[in-house]
Structures are given as C-alpha cells and as structure tokens.
C-alpha cells in the first residue's frame, strides 16, 4: 500500500502543482510579454508536453486511489476519502473536456494562424484548469483535514 500512496501523491503532485505553475505563474508573464500569436504558440507547445503527463498522473492517482480504496474497505472507508474520489473524477472529467474539446480548438487555431479561435479555446482552457486547480486545492484540504478530524 506504500508504493501505492507514494505514486498516488507524486501524481498528485505533478498535476495539481502543473497547474498551479502554468496559472498562476507562466499565464500571468505570458499575457504581459507576448502577443497573441506567440502566446498561442507557446500555450498549445505547453500544454503538448504537460497533457500527456496529467494522462499518466490521472491513471495513476485513479488506479492507486481506487486501489488503497478497497484495502480500507471500498464504501466503509472514511467520508473524506469518499470525497476525495467524487472530487477527483470531477477534476478528470474536466480535463477529459479541456483535452478533446478546447485544447483540439486551440491546436487547429495555432496551426492555422487564426489567433482569434486560438484565442478563444486558450480563455476556456484558462477557465477550467482555474477550477480544476481549485479543486485540486480543495481535495487536498479534504484529505488533510478529514484525516485531522477523524482522529
């Protein structure tokens, strides 16, 4: 169950910390600096090298989750661990969308050079990975105050 939770949480980490760098530190400098077309470049050239590790990070934190899950016995276990599923199948869910439907519009857009759709599908990506990095915040607040709690 250890190595379960260490790549539970080094998952954890990569995914909610990704997003945390890319909205509150790499958007704000990229918006200031850049002009649309190289802003758009850049973000679409992000996103192609973090998505496929937020993919690896969700099986992972699904798999191990699910895993620990059932040795704590499935729907007995703690209200908070409950939770934290629920919250993270929201979060993947949501990315599930970012990546087949605005991320797909962002691509086609930069490939084009229509800096305006390209525009538009980076604000909706912006958006949700806004919220997908407030639960992120929020499930982990869960897990370490249910924990806090439940002692």
Do not use: C
């Not at 760098?21 to 992000?46: C, D």
């Not at 090298?49 to 699904?62: D, T």
């Not at 929201?90 to 519009?105: C, E, K, S």
């Amino acid at each position: 169950m250890i190595l379960s939770l260490f790549l539970h949480l080094l998952s954890v980490v990569v995914w909610v910390g990704g997003m945390f760098f890319a909205y509150m530190a790499l958007r704000p400098v990229a918006a200031s600096v850049l002009e649309p077309p190289q802003r758009l470049t850049l973000w679409a050239g992000v996103f192609g090298k973090f998505f496929p590790w937020v993919w690896v990070a969700v099986a992972l934190i699904l798999a191990t989750g699910l895993h620990m899950l059932m040795k704590l016995g499935g729907a007995a276990a703690p209200h908070y661990m409950l939770t934290m599923l629920a919250l993270g199948v929201a979060m993947m869910a949501i990315f599930a969308h970012v990546f087949f439907a605005p991320y797909g519009r962002l691509r086609r857009a930069v490939a084009a050079q229509d800096w305006k759709a390209g525009g538009a599908a980076l604000g909706q990506i912006r958006r949700l990975i806004g919220i997908n990095l407030s639960l992120g915040l929020l499930t982990i607040a869960v897990v370490f105050l249910g924990r806090a709690l439940a002692v």
